[in-house]
């Protein structure tokens, strides 16, 4: 038994390794291929994700099992889809006969537990009421019920035809998210970190309280290419959390910095978590104007870390990276080459040669592929070489599958807010409850945002609270995009905001410090999560970067002005008075503004 353990390892590496390549060159290849109809792409796509969620995952014996006969049943399932679109396309979204009826619930339940195993209970309890609610909510008095849908029109449309977990939120997950996972994968593998490390280092790290500032420019650098804040603390921080300590820093100030330098990553274009993909499908605005869009607030942010950074350095004496350990410019010059050539390449792509979002990402993902062939040191070493395109295929295949799942599972939610006229509703409970007035509507939103965000992953609570506020905050004169960068902030801030904040736990865990201590400091020094999305609002010419350059330019100097004395006030100043007066006058500069008047009404 025992000599045939090495032999089953080495078979279900190489079956990983082999499934992931078939994973990525499937998502590739659809950029290259043509048209493929959505109810081959879409099934399929799922199909590849279901074995990383359900067989190459830690558990027992019995998770093992239960998830292989799930898995089999899901992969059926979704194949049988791609087969048969084209008679299915014909039904219109309705069942035909018990066994199309015994496929759409294989498919609702595998989709459930592939999320439940994914990111744990809350999205999928809030897909499986909404299913619930679609079913029999008939049966609900008043307003909330729904005038009910046939069980095989409702099932057939949430997943034969491509309004439910085929709807275009999976589309977006396939075509466009797959391929930048892809990209943050292959740089990941290589160098690409290492060169952000190295160029935050050498930009920050001998300034006062540089070792936080080196974690503030390498977790914004990261982030734009993980998109995830617990990924993100969990690699930069192995690097910055022991850098800070060795100098002194307290612990909580060390992984508050962490978490709230991390969490930027998702705000950070240009991937977003996955966000500013999700966005385009939502407002059809082109990737390039949302990227443009959330760049300046996204700099804000940073810059009141940044602030609160050298508040806390003149209460306690942060000291600097010492010069031995901050690389030389020879070596921060090779190893930035790394990152810079794929985002170059992604630039020129997308701004010069006008590609689409996808295919300029395919061109910096095959020059990403090329670099990691090479190293810093200019040795070939085949075994770095193998271990890397290894390290590539599997990490984009385990996060492709990851958003896959959310995705999926949060088009459920979609689906029957659709199909049941409930998202209607509720945006009619928000304007009756605001009695139509604006900020009563954002503040009712960000707080809905705020403890959905707590349970479900950011991307997944941004689509759900958007889909029910975001049509209310329009209809009272906000600009679509306003609208959802608000809600996407706001779903964003219960990464650092007790009692669930993810980031937080992980930093916390990682340095041995008491998690509510690092909660308090980290919503201190990321103060701008809080305020930037209302600025926005009351200066909406911030985020008009792409169209009034100079104008969004101007407005973030005067945002970033008020942001600075909040940020010190909150932090920096001892007396009571001073607080308030910072506070105060930073408020002013950043919310008295015209664009406030009109945003306004």
Same mark, same amino acid.
């Given at each position: 038994?025992?000599?045939?353990?090495?032999?089953?390892?080495?078979?279900?590496?190489?079956?990983?390794?082999?499934?992931?390549?078939?994973?990525?060159?499937?998502?590739?290849?659809?950029?290259?291929?043509?048209?493929?109809?959505?109810?081959?792409?879409?099934?399929?796509?799922?199909?590849?994700?279901?074995?990383?969620?359900?067989?190459?995952?830690?558990?027992?014996?019995?998770?093992?099992?239960?998830?292989?006969?799930?898995?089999?049943?899901?992969?059926?399932?979704?194949?049988?889809?791609?087969?048969?679109?084209?008679?299915?396309?014909?039904?219109?979204?309705?069942?035909?006969?018990?066994?199309?009826?015994?496929?759409?619930?294989?498919?609702?339940?595998?989709?459930?537990?592939?999320?439940?195993?994914?990111?744990?209970?809350?999205?999928?309890?809030?897909?499986?009421?909404?299913?619930?609610?679609?079913?029999?909510?008939?049966?609900?008095?008043?307003?909330?019920?729904?005038?009910?849908?046939?069980?095989?029109?409702?099932?057939?449309?949430?997943?034969?035809?491509?309004?439910?977990?085929?709807?275009?939120?999976?589309?977006?997950?396939?075509?466009?998210?797959?391929?930048?996972?892809?990209?943050?994968?292959?740089?990941?593998?290589?160098?690409? $970190?290492?060169?952000?490390?190295?160029?935050?280092?050498?930009?920050?790290?001998?300034?006062?309280?540089?070792?936080?500032?080196?974690?503030?420019?390498?977790?914004?650098?990261?982030?734009?290419?993980?998109?995830?804040?617990?990924?993100?603390?969990?690699?930069?921080?192995?690097?910055?959390?022991?850098?800070?300590?060795?100098?002194?820093?307290?612990?909580?100030?060390?992984?508050?910095?962490?978490?709230?330098?991390?969490?930027?990553?998702?705000?950070?274009?240009?991937?977003?978590?996955? $966000?500013?993909?999700?966005?385009?499908?939502?407002?059809?605005?082109?990737?390039?104007?949302?990227?443009?869009?959330?760049?300046?607030?996204?700099?804000?942010?940073?810059?009141?870390?940044?602030?609160?950074?050298?508040?806390?350095?003149?209460?306690?004496?942060?000291?600097?990276?010492?010069?031995?350990?901050?690389?030389?410019?020879?070596?921060?010059?090779?190893?930035?080459?790394?990152?810079?050539?794929?985002?170059?390449?992604?630039?020129?792509?997308?701004?010069?040669?006008?590609?689409?979002?996808?295919?300029?990402?395919?061109?910096?993902?095959?020059?990403?592929?090329?670099?990691?062939?090479?190293?810093?040191?200019?040795?070939?070493?085949?075994?770095?070489?193998?271990?890397?395109?290894?390290?590539?295929?599997?990490?984009?295949?385990?996060?492709?599958?990851?958003?896959?799942?959310?995705?999926?599972?949060?088009?459920?939610?979609? $689906?029957?807010?659709?199909?049941?006229?409930?998202?209607?509703?509720?945006?009619?409970?928000?304007?009756?409850?605001?009695?139509?007035?604006?900020?009563?509507?954002?503040?009712?939103?960000?707080?809905?945002?705020?403890?959905?965000?707590?349970?479900?992953?950011?991307?997944?609570?941004?689509?759900?609270?958007?889909?029910?506020?975001?049509?209310?905050?329009?209809?009272?004169?906000?600009?679509?995009?306003?609208?959802?960068?608000?809600?996407?902030?706001?779903?964003?801030?219960?990464?650092?905001?007790?009692?669930?904040?993810?980031?937080?736990?992980?930093?916390?865990?990682?340095?041995?410090?008491?998690?509510?201590?690092?909660?308090?400091?980290?919503?201190?020094?990321?103060?701008?999560?809080?305020?930037?999305?209302?600025?926005?609002?009351?200066?909406?010419?911030?985020?008009?970067?792409?169209?009034?350059?100079?104008?969004?330019?101007?407005?973030?100097?005067?945002?970033?002005?008020?942001?600075?004395?909040?940020?010190?006030?909150?932090?920096?100043?001892?007396?009571?008075?001073?607080?308030?007066?910072?506070?105060?006058?930073?408020?002013?500069?950043?919310?008295?503004?015209?664009?406030?008047?009109?945003?306004?009404?």
């Amino acid at each position: 038994m025992l000599s045939n353990e090495p032999a089953k390892m080495l078979f279900g590496r190489f079956a990983m390794l082999g499934l992931a390549i078939v994973l990525v060159a499937f998502h590739l290849g659809l950029i290259f291929s043509g048209l493929v109809p959505n109810l081959v792409s879409r099934p399929i796509h799922l199909a590849l994700a279901l074995p990383w969620i359900f067989l190459f995952a830690e558990g027992g014996f019995m998770k093992k099992t239960s998830g292989a006969i799930i898995c089999a049943a899901g992969v059926a399932a979704c194949l049988w889809v791609a087969i048969n679109q084209k008679a299915l396309s014909d039904q219109y979204g309705f069942l035909e006969g018990d066994f199309q009826i015994l496929i759409a619930i294989v498919l609702l339940v595998t989709v459930l537990e592939a999320a439940r195993r994914a990111i744990g209970w809350p999205l999928p309890i809030v897909a499986a009421l909404a299913l619930l609610y679609g079913l029999w909510g008939q049966y609900i008095p008043g307003e909330f019920g729904h005038s009910g849908t046939p069980i095989a029109s409702f099932l057939g449309t949430l997943t034969i035809a491509e309004g439910g977990i085929w709807g275009s939120l999976t589309g977006v997950s396939v075509n466009v998210v797959a391929i930048f996972v892809i990209f943050g994968a292959v740089l990941n593998a290589g160098e690409a $970190g290492q060169g952000f490390m190295n160029l935050a280092a050498v930009a920050a790290g001998r300034l006062k309280g540089g070792a936080a500032k080196v974690s503030v420019l390498s977790s914004a650098l990261f982030g734009s290419i993980s998109g995830s804040a617990s990924a993100n603390v969990a690699s930069t921080g192995t690097i910055t959390l022991p850098a800070m300590t060795r100098l002194g820093y307290p612990k909580r100030l060390a992984a508050a910095v962490e978490a709230v330098a991390s969490s930027g990553g998702q705000i950070m274009p240009p991937l977003m978590g996955a $966000g500013a993909f999700v966005m385009v499908e939502l407002t059809r605005v082109p990737y390039t104007q949302i990227m443009m869009a959330a760049l300046l607030p996204a700099l804000l942010y940073f810059f009141a870390v940044w602030v609160g950074i050298n508040a806390y350095a003149r209460k306690i004496d942060l000291a600097g990276l010492a010069a031995e350990e901050r690389p030389n410019l020879r070596r921060v010059a090779i190893t930035s080459t790394f990152f810079m050539v794929p985002f170059l390449v992604l630039l020129y792509g997308m701004f010069i040669a006008r590609y689409t979002p996808q295919y300029a990402a395919c061109m910096a993902i095959i020059a990403g592929f090329m670099l990691l062939f090479f190293n810093a040191g200019g040795t070939f070493d085949l075994t770095q070489i193998l271990t890397r395109l290894e390290k590539a295929a599997l990490n984009a295949a385990r996060q492709v599958s990851i958003i896959a799942s959310i995705i999926v599972c949060a088009s459920i939610i979609i $689906g029957v807010l659709a199909i049941t006229g409930l998202g209607v509703k509720i945006t009619s409970l928000i304007l009756s409850g605001s009695e139509g007035m604006l900020w009563p509507s954002l503040l009712l939103t960000a707080i809905a945002c705020l403890f959905l965000g707590m349970e479900v992953p950011t991307t997944a609570a941004y689509v759900i609270c958007v889909s029910v506020a975001g049509p209310a905050l329009i209809q009272q004169g906000l600009d679509p995009l306003q609208a959802h960068l608000f809600v996407f902030w706001f779903a964003l801030i219960s990464t650092i905001t007790p009692p669930v904040c993810g980031a937080v736990f992980i930093a916390a865990g990682m340095i041995g410090e008491n998690w509510l201590k690092v909660a308090l400091t980290a919503m201190a020094l990321g103060i701008g999560l809080y305020i930037i999305p209302l600025a926005m609002i009351a200066n909406p010419a911030v985020i008009q970067l792409s169209s009034t350059p100079l104008v969004a330019l101007a407005t973030a100097v005067k945002i970033g002005l008020g942001l600075g004395l909040i940020s010190y006030g909150v932090i920096g100043f001892e007396r009571p008075m001073l607080k308030l007066l910072a506070i105060a006058a930073g408020s002013g500069v950043v919310f008295i503004s015209l664009g406030f008047s009109g945003a306004a009404t």
